[in-house]
């Protein structure tokens, strides 16, 4: 049968792809073929609106065992033998419709991505945005979403360790859920997404195929609009427990040697693992579709083709050993059934029933081989000039400042996310640190080594959407920032890109812009991008998301015992500001939520100060000279306290800049500081190895656990602690 | 003596009970195959471990499945015999779904899967755990959907004169009160063993508090108890 140029536009091809379609085959293609393309070429698989500025970013260094792009995840050398796999990805556009399964399913296709290179998972991460906490549509998705990441991670048994949530009306119809999951491996034993060797047996393992998630890489590649609902079958059903088992099995496998290659299908199903294995090893494949075992009768071949149900690898395995890897999926009573083999011929030939469905170059459909790469335009957005008419001084300093503290510490951006988190086993693999001693990274140790990994995720979109390139350094900075406030050194990045619709210039603008910041910053840290993700048409009638470019950190601690925590640990110890306090309350999340002003330019930064910064507290810690360590973020030098003194329940007593207003010293968000302690018999060696840095002794930690601000009593630690515990848990619940 | 962790599909604190015994506490582990059925090499002195996770994706109901898996078969006769086992998490609802602990464990009440630290104290000193554990409350975590203890009037007042409650939930200075009951169990029973006193299950994992790395060790002297 063969298709037309509407039913090619219809599944989301422009015309000169379909006119370049023909070019590539010489004929018309059929359907079958057209629907292979058009999910290959999807934005979400091609990233054909993106690679010319993701090729832009830093995406090679020492530690890097495999560069960006060549496997489904970036691969670092973390010492003593280990390699560490990781990588974020985003499952907005399912969530939106379908938070339970949709949060679940991005966090069952992370970890596949993760153990399809021979990597155990051992800690995952999300991180979160959605609208508004008081509409009714944001507590059904955020009640969906939590329980869906739970009940993937908890019953796979990887502990959800870190993670970030921020709620904007931007985010309204449009949530984003980006998972990550991080993994170790022995160098040596990884695993590639690779197929070669004419007559190697291709098998497909794992659960079986159904009619889900068909198109669902197309479906993600489109605006959400009212009428996305009707797309309900392009979302995937998770299966834990079946993943649980293809996990064991695939890693019980990998030592027999038996094994060319493997790769997870997650988007675009049969099509996307057949066409990059091949065109990675430079072979075809000839497919027969009649044997994929399926879950449904009467499955017709585009529909086997584009499924994208989960819990399914393909695997190529050296001709002759069979058995062995039989053997292995048998113990964990899970499907192994040969589907094809592999061919010298470079073409793709799948066959139903003996009958050729489809034959394409294997090359032709993917990224770096035949997928189209575009060019976009863009220019400045118009809302710039709101941004730029913002005046501090037309922000009245407030006469109650307790009151504005109490309120911000409440807010959902800066309050506990204890009401979320609770939800999620994060102790399972007995490795999350943080449990019983706060960290601003999560440490997590690595079993089998002395070593901790520091992970994180970062992003105010709020600072990327007022200033695009700072915006995007201040994500990559406050990722380190927290990895070396916790005593790592930060190693690498993995970025989930998300943003609006691409045809849009001013949204490509800010995509534009946002790679340039984070290249720089990235480039300055010396943490390469070894991968990611990018979602774009982030964007319903009300417009587009805050641009969202999320960054997942890792770094490594080379022995546990050089963590750094947050708490204050004993009354009389002297509190240091590292780093200047400005006249700054840009961007903040007093000035955006208790004073409602919606625009107003990025907070200050200067990524050479943000340098010096974390050079000189890498020093500081490593030599023990101070007693914990936090950064300053949303909410200011008066969140970032309160969060140190709640968890050991001790007061501070502290004096503030006069120079400066109230309000822009406690609740301002100026980039490049962090709170320390340090015991009072190391002050000299302590300021003398800060050289240069800016510092001030703001105050001490008291023994009566209280907050004491410029000598005005701001009550009990624990009344505060109270406050900002149950806030969102009052709002959620109601 | 040495201890047997069992692996069912979808037990996920397998491996985290094996490096609890093995690496934290210096104990012999042999890991056991839900499909095997030979537990030949364990005696009276030994101690079987059904650890927590989602044995056959709890799927029916948790612990339903596992429990007419081969090796349970086995660790039934050997806990009839005399033989030492804990269950813990899953392990605790595959005890009771096998009919070697009375009652049940229900959804928790506040219907969301629950994961932090609670404190548990030991209710008597007549059973091999409170007899190792003192009278402090332990700092254990927990993780689960399924953990309101549930049992109807007739068997608690079996547990109680028969001392066959373990522990209960309590606050950090060990006050047993509704506050720091984690998922509605009822009379904060957190744990419990059997008539024989040879079988236990509770719901908080000791396991995950046996490492100076993760800054707790209140799990250690329950584990070792049953060395």
Redesign the interface.
């Known amino acids: 049968m063969i298709a037309t140029l509407e039913q090619a536009t219809k599944l989301g091809l422009r015309e000169e792809e379909f006119e370049k379609i023909k070019q590539i085959l010489g004929r018309t293609p059929n359907f079958n073929e057209v629907a292979m393309y058009s999910v290959m070429w999807s934005e979400h698989c091609s990233y054909k609106n993106s690679i010319k500025w993701l090729k832009t970013l830093p995406r090679d260094g020492a530690k890097l065992l495999v560069k960006a792009g060549e496997e489904n995840a970036g691969l670092v050398d973390i010492g003593d033998g280990w390699g560490c796999v990781f990588k974020i990805e985003s499952h907005n556009h399912p969530s939106a419709i379908e938070p339970f399964q949709g949060a679940a399913t991005g966090v069952g296709g992370i970890h596949r991505d993760i153990f399809t290179m021979g990597a155990r998972p051992i800690a995952s991460l999300n991180s979160l945005r959605f609208g508004k906490v008081d509409n009714p549509k944001t507590r059904w998705l955020i009640k969906g979403v939590v329980?869906g990441i739970?009940?993937y991670g908890?019953?796979?048994?990887v502990p959800t360790v870190a993670g970030e949530v921020y709620y904007e009306s931007c985010y309204q119809t449009n949530p984003l859920v980006n998972a990550m999951s991080v993994g170790v491996v022995r160098v040596g034993q990884t695993v590639s997404a690779t197929s070669h060797g004419a007559g190697n047996p291709v098998f497909i393992v794992g659960a079986s195929t159904g009619k889900d998630g068909i198109g669902g890489a197309s479906f993600a590649s489109a605006d959400i609009t009212e009428n996305s609902a009707e797309s309900l079958p392009s979302v995937q059903v998770g299966?834990?427990?079946?993943e649980?088992?293809l996990l064991e099995a695939c890693l019980e496998m990998i030592p027999t040697g038996a094994l060319i290659g493997m790769q997870d299908m997650g988007a675009a199903g049969i099509t996307c693992s057949t066409s990059e294995m091949s065109a990675k090893g430079e072979h075809g494949m000839i497919i027969h579709l009649d044997k994929v075992p399926t879950r449904q009768q009467n499955m017709k071949p585009w529909e086997m083709l584009l499924s994208e149900s989960q819990e399914r690898m393909l695997i190529v395995v050296k001709k002759g050993r069979e058995d062995e890897v039989q053997k292995i999926f048998d113990?964990?009573?899970i499907h192994c059934v040969q589907i094809g083999e592999v061919t010298k011929d470079t073409n793709l030939k799948y066959y139903m029933n003996g009958e050729l469905v489809a034959d394409v170059p294997a090359e032709s459909l993917v990224l770096g081989g035949g997928a189209p790469v575009y060019e976009r335009e863009y220019k400045t957005p118009a809302y710039f000039e709101e941004i730029k008419k913002f005046n501090i001084d037309s922000i009245i300093e407030p006469d109650d400042l307790k009151e504005a503290g109490y309120q911000l510490l409440q807010s959902p951006n800066i309050a506990s996310k204890r009401w979320i988190y609770?939800?999620?086993?994060?102790?399972?693999?007995?490795g999350?640190?943080q449990?019983?001693?706060a960290s601003d990274a999560t440490v997590v140790?690595v079993?089998g080594s002395e070593k901790g990994l520091a992970v994180t995720t970062d992003c105010n979109s709020r600072y990327v959407f007022s200033d695009p390139y700072v915006g995007a350094m201040i994500a990559v900075s406050e990722a380190a920032r927290n990895i070396v406030c916790s005593g790592g050194v930060p190693v690498a990045i993995t970025n989930c890109l998300n943003f609006g619709n691409p045809y849009n210039p001013e949204v490509y603008y800010q995509f534009v812009h946002a790679i340039k910041g984070m290249g720089d910053a990235c480039r300055k840290f010396d943490t390469p991008v070894t991968g990611g993700n990018v979602s774009f048409y982030n964007q319903s009638e009300d417009g587009p998301v805050y641009p969202t470019p999320t960054i997942g950190m890792v770094g490594v601690l080379d022995t546990?015992s050089q963590k750094m925590s947050i708490s204050f640990k004993h009354p009389g110890d002297s509190i240091y500001l590292l780093g200047k306090n400005r006249n700054d309350i840009n961007c903040s999340e007093y000035l955006h939520h208790i004073c409602g002003v919606e625009y107003s330019p990025a907070p200050h930064f200067d990524l050479e100060e943000e340098y010096q910064l974390q050079h000189r507290l890498q020093k500081v810690i490593g030599n023990q000279l101070v007693k914990s360590a936090h950064d300053i973020s949303e909410g200011g030098l008066f969140a970032c306290m309160v969060e140190c003194a709640m968890v050991n329940g001790l007061g501070f007593t502290i004096t503030t800049d006069k120079d400066l207003r109230k309000d822009a010293v406690l609740f301002g968000e100026a980039q490049s500081r962090v709170i320390v302690t340090v015991n009072p018999d190391l002050h000299a060696l302590f300021e003398a190895e800060l050289r240069g840095l800016p510092f001030t002794k703001i105050g001490h930690v008291n023994a009566t656990k209280e907050i004491v601000i410029d000598d005005h009593n701001w009550g009990y630690v624990s009344d505060w602690k109270e406050a900002y515990d149950t806030s969102l848990e009052k709002m959620l619940v109601g | 003596m040495k201890f047997g962790v069992i692996v069912f599909?979808?037990s996920?604190?397998d491996?985290?009970m094996q490096?609890?015994l093995q690496d934290d506490l210096q104990q012999e582990v042999v890991m056991l195959w839900h499909?095997d059925r030979n537990l030949s090499m364990f005696t009276k002195n030994d101690c079987i471990v059904l650890p927590?996770?989602?044995s056959?994706?709890?799927?029916l109901r948790c612990g339903a499945v596992a429990r007419f898996s081969p090796m349970m078969e086995q660790v039934i006769n050997f806990a009839n015999n005399g033989g030492k086992v804990l269950g813990v998490c899953n392990g605790f609802q595959i005890l009771c779904e096998a009919g070697l602990l009375p009652g049940v464990l229900l959804q928790n009440d506040h219907q969301?899967?629950?994961?932090?630290?609670v404190y548990i104290k030991s209710e008597s000193t007549n059973n091999l755990i409170g007899v190792n554990v003192g009278e402090k409350a332990l700092k254990i975590?927990v993780?689960h959907?399924e953990g309101r203890y549930y049992a109807d009037a007739a068997t608690l007042k079996q547990l109680h004169d028969n001392k066959q409650i373990v522990f209960r939930y309590c606050d950090e200075h060990g006050e047993v009160h509704i506050n720091s009951n984690p998922n509605g169990a009822i009379n904060n029973i957190a744990g419990i063993c059997n008539e024989g006193r040879n079988v236990y299950g509770m719901m908080p994992?000791p396991?995950?508090a046996?490492?100076t790395?993760?800054?707790?060790i209140d799990g250690r002297a329950i584990l070792m108890a049953l060395n």
């Open positions: 329980k739970g009940h908890n019953c796979f048994g299966d834990p427990f079946e649980k088992k113990k964990w009573d609770e939800q999620y086993d994060s102790m399972v693999m007995t999350n640190t449990t019983n001693e140790r079993h546990l | 599909p979808g996920n604190c491996r985290d490096h609890a499909k927590g996770g989602f056959y994706g709890d799927y969301k899967f629950v994961c932090k630290n975590p993780a959907g994992h396991e995950r046996c490492s790395a993760l800054n707790n």
